[in-house]
């Protein structure tokens, strides 16, 4: 029993310090679910595989023969209180949807402290280190990789004026390459303005910045708002 005990301490050791690589990456970029997180995941992950790893052992001898159960059941309970955990550092803020890295992150975790649990090091050693590259090196390699930008756009218009309508708005956003789109009207100000709501899409931030100074310069614009998605 004490070779078992150097066993388990070996594999909960080897959990924390996997836990503890990852989440200090998350923790370096300011992530809700750090270094903290993630190392109780894979220790907690690793501590239920063993329980089910030595649970013969646990169970007094009379009842072995009228006991059944399945190895992989424990597995699937950790993974989906993963996923309860993983929700809750998920976060939309308008049309950004940020924590989802966060989140698979903490799942990954959760598995690589399974496999540790069960004794499985060696791929436990390798999806560890392919989780830290994932994460930092690949971040950098996104960053070249075109992607759309979005934004909301919030524009109040002075009523009775021609610019105003809806297809000139929509022409003078499509002459900084941006496409416009899902578009909603409010009539405020006791009817003295007209709102416009749209989402916008481009592939150059930058296009918002222009199409800003193009309403500045509109005289007829109330005011503007445009967020865009980080």
């Known amino acids: 029993m004490e070779n078992d005990f150097n066993l388990i301490l070996s594999r909960l050791f080897l959990a924390l310090l996997a836990g503890g690589i990852i989440g200090i990456e998350r923790a370096i970029h300011g992530r809700e ?51 309860f955990l993983g929700a809750g550092v ?23 402290g399974i496999v540790i649990g069960l004794g499985f090091y060696a791929p436990a050693l390798v999806v560890t280190v392919i989780t830290v590259v ?43 390459n941006i496409k416009s789109f899902e578009a909603g009207y409010r009539l405020d100000d006791q009817g003295r303005a007209f709102q416009y709501d749209m989402t916008l899409r481009s592939y150059d931030i930058k296009n918002f910045s222009r199409l800003a100074q193009s309403l500045l310069d509109l005289d007829d614009v109330h005011e503007f708002r445009i967020t865009p998605s980080s």
């Open 33 to 83: 679910a750090g270094f903290r997180t993630h190392t109780l995941v894979c220790v907690s992950s690793s501590l239920l595989m063993l329980l089910m790893t030595y649970q013969w052992q646990l169970i007094p001898q009379q009842y072995i023969d009228t006991i059944r159960t399945d190895p992989t059941r424990m597995a699937q309970g950790i993974m989906t209180g993963i996923g």
């Open 90 to 112: 998920i976060i939309k803020e308008g049309l950004t949807v940020r924590g989802l890295t966060t989140a698979a992150s903490i799942w990954m975790t959760a598995a690589i």
């Open 134 to 176: 994932t994460l930092s090196m690949f971040r950098w390699i996104e960053s070249f990789i075109p992607s759309m930008k979005y934004a909301n756009l919030c524009v109040r218009f002075i009523r009775s004026n021609q610019s105003s309508d809806e297809d000139s708005l929509r022409a003078l956003i499509a002459r900084h």
